[in-house]
Nanobody, 125 residues
Framework: QVQLVESGGGLVQAGGSLRLSCAAS????????LGWFRQAPGKEREFVGA????????YYADSVKGRFTISRDNAKNTVNLQMNSLKPEDTAVYYC??????????????????WGQGTQVTVSS
């Protein structure tokens, strides 16, 4: 079992930056790939980005590529999402998730085994 807790959400103006963090407790953090998803009001949850166990490989949705950066610190059991050049359409609840399998696509929500409770990000125009 892994417990995930997101933090760092808030209200920011368009063009601004936020840094989300996800703290994990429970089983060995480095055994999990980690992903970030988001869900805007009235929309389905969507993939934002993910990072493999070693931290050497990252994936991003086209909508955030070049603006968002995922990093992880296996010693501190945290994964971060640095969000720059934020746009109003980035407004959503952001969730981190942990994936325990091997070789599974990190783009697919149902491949993740554990989820945090989410943190709200609001970008004003």
């Amino acid at each position: 079992q892994v417990q995930l807790v997101e933090s760092g959400g808030g209200l920011v103006q368009a063009g601004g930056s936020l840094r989300l963090s996800c703290a994990a407790s429970g089983r060995t953090f480095s055994n999990y790939a980690l992903g970030w998803f988001r869900q805007a009001p009235g929309k389905e949850r969507e993939f934002v980005g993910a990072i493999r166990r070693s931290g050497g490989i990252t994936y991003y949705a086209d909508s955030v590529k070049g603006r968002f950066t995922i990093s992880r610190d296996n010693a501190k059991n945290t994964v971060n999402l640095q969000m720059n050049s934020l746009k109003p359409e980035d407004t959503a609840v952001y969730y981190c998730a942990a994936e325990a399998g091997y070789g599974r696509s990190l783009y697919i929500e149902t491949n993740y085994d554990y989820w945090g409770q989410g943190t709200q990000v609001t970008v004003s125009s």
